[in-house]
T-cell receptor, first 114, second 113 residues
C-alpha cells in the first residue's frame, strides 16, 4: 500500500499566482479530507469528500480556495490568487469509514507565498 | 478557543524519563484518537479509545480515556529519542456534526539523548 500521495512536497510562489495541490488517496478509501496546518491555528479541516462528492466545505477560508475530486483516485486543492497568509502545510488524508474514523495522512505540501 | 486543549504545549526531557501529556475538553466525545507527527511528515495514528475509562497500551505508551469521555492522557515510560514528535489528540463529538473530527493543538515532545 503506497499510502496517501501528495504533490508537490514544496511549493514557493509569488503573491497573486495560482497554486494547485494534488492528492491521491489510498485505494478503497471513500472519504478524502484536506487540512491546513499552521503554528498559530494547528490542523484545520478545509473540506471533505465522500465518494467524490464534497460534503462539507465550511472550513474553506474564502472564495480564493476551491477543491475538486474528479474521480476516486485524485483530488486537487486550488488557491487563486494566492496570498502570503496562505503559507502553511496542506495535508490530504483519506479514510474508509468517514469523518470520525482513523485518518491516513499524506506527507503534506509546504506552501510558501512571498 | 480550542475544543480540545492539550498540555503541556512543549516538553523537553532526558532519555529514560517518564512523562504524561493531557488532552482536555468540556465536551463529551464518542471516541478519541492520538496521533504522532514527525517533522516533514503527516500525523500517524497511534490509538483510538472509545469507552469511558478505557486504557490501551502500545509498548511503552499508555493511553487512557476519561470516565466521562471528556479527556484523555498519554503516558510514556522510559522515553527514547525516537519518541520525539508532535502528539495530537483528535476527538469525535457525541452530538452529530458534519465536522466531526476535531484536533487539539498538540504537545511538542523532545527527548534528549
Amino acid at each position: 500500500d503506497a499510502g496517501v500521495i501528495q504533490s508537490p512536497r514544496h511549493e514557493v510562489t509569488e503573491m497573486g499566482q495560482e497554486v494547485t495541490l494534488r492528492c491521491k488517496p489510498i485505494s478503497g478509501h471513500d472519504y478524502l479530507f484536506w487540512y491546513r496546518q499552521t503554528m498559530m491555528r494547528g490542523l484545520e479541516l478545509l473540506i471533505y469528500f465522500n465518494n467524490n462528492v464534497p460534503i462539507d466545505d465550511s472550513g474553506m477560508p474564502e472564495d480564493r480556495f476551491s477543491a475538486k475530486m474528479p474521480n476516486a483516485s485524485f483530488s486537487t486543492l486550488k488557491i487563486q490568487p494566492s496570498e502570503p497568509r496562505d503559507s502553511a502545510v496542506y495535508f490530504c488524508a483519506s479514510s474508509f469509514n468517514g469523518p470520525g474514523s482513523p485518518l491516513h495522512f499524506g506527507n503534506g505540501t509546504r506552501l510558501t507565498v512571498t | 478557543t480550542q475544543l480540545l486543549e492539550q498540555s503541556p504545549q512543549f516538553l523537553s526531557i532526558q532519555e529514560g524519563e517518564n512523562l504524561t501529556v493531557y488532552c482536555n475538553s468540556s465536551s463529551v466525545f464518542s471516541s478519541l484518537q492520538w496521533y504522532r507527527q514527525e517533522p516533514g511528515e503527516g500525523p500517524v495514528l497511534l490509538v483510538t479509545v472509545v469507552t469511558g475509562g478505557e486504557v490501551k497500551k502500545l509498548k511503552r505508551l499508555t493511553f487512557q480515556f476519561g470516565d466521562a469521555r471528556k479527556d484523555s492522557s498519554l503516558h510514556i515510560t522510559a522515553a527514547q529519542p525516537g519518541d520525539t514528535g508532535l502528539y495530537l489528540c483528535a476527538g469525535t463529538l457525541s452530538s452529530g456534526s458534519a465536522r466531526q473530527l476535531t484536533f487539539g493543538s498538540g504537545t511538542q515532545l523532545t527527548v534528549l539523548p
